[in-house]
């Protein structure tokens, strides 16, 4: 059973850009997690979602950030006009159901913004 | 804020000595997790503390949570070099998302 999946591993945008972040959870999971982790720093929570649904997204930007987990296919966590303050190590976990059940992480996605 | 805070930031010791690290949190919990994340890597499960446990082992692994001091501790018996990383608590208050502390730095030294 594969784990969590993230592409790609390294991200370089130009400030401006727009940045995509897949994520495929692991089979037989629902439930997903975005978080954020800026250099020498703990992991923020973003977003979570349910296949075709946005659950909770409080701890997302409220501009140039969207997430979705469409029913076929990866999340995806996409960054509009990215800015050098958007460098960081993005990380998707996932989770078999609802309720107190541990997370399961992905190896991230490291973006730099130039 | 929520934030669990781990303590020390960062700890030194020789191999083959027990590593205590230490967490704390300010309100109620479901469950608290602690995690490890090698530099530059993802971050991988270690345990999962329910609310109503008070102690739990996973091989050299002993977590204790005391819920009237919203704290738990990780102790690591007989520490190996490929111990060093950081280790990070996370807890989770019933609504899903889970809270990270700043994480403890710990550094095996051969």
């Known amino acids: 059973n594969a784990g969590v999946m993230q592409n790609p591993r390294h991200l370089v945008r130009r400030r401006g850009q727009e940045a995509r972040l897949r994520c495929s959870p692991m089979?037989?999971?629902?439930?997903v997690y975005w978080y954020r982790q800026l250099p020498e720093e703990g992991l923020k929570f973003m977003v979570y979602?349910?296949?075709?649904?946005?659950?909770?997204e409080s701890g997302m930007p409220k501009e140039r950030f969207s997430a979705e987990f469409p029913k076929e296919g990866p999340s995806i966590l996409r960054i509009q006009q990215v800015v050098r303050g958007d460098s960081a190590a993005y990380f998707c976990?996932?989770?078999?159901?609802?309720?107190?059940?541990?997370?399961?992480f992905g190896p991230g996605t490291r973006l730099t913004v130039t | 804020s929520q934030q669990g805070e781990e303590d020390p930031q960062a700890l030194s010791i020789q191999e083959g000595e027990n590593a205590t690290m230490n967490c704390s949190y300010k309100?109620?919990?479901?469950?608290l997790q602690w995690y490890r994340q090698n530099s530059g890597r993802g971050l991988v499960h270690l345990i999962l503390?329910?609310?109503?446990?008070r102690e739990k082992h996973s091989g050299r692994l002993r977590v204790t949570l005391d819920t009237s001091k919203k704290s738990s501790s990780l102790l690591i018996t007989a520490s190996r070099a490929a111990d060093t990383a950081s280790y990070f608590c996370?807890?989770?208050?019933?609504?899903?998302?889970?809270?990270f502390g700043t994480g403890t730095r710990l550094t095996i030294i051969p």
């Open positions: 976990a996932s989770s078999p159901r609802t309720g107190t059940d541990e997370q399961y």
């Open positions: 089979k037989g999971h629902s439930h």
């Open positions: 979602l349910q296949k075709e649904n946005i659950i909770d």
């Open positions: 309100t109620s919990i479901n469950n």
């Open positions: 503390i329910r609310s109503n446990e």
């Open positions: 996370a807890t989770n208050f019933g609504n899903e998302k889970l809270t």
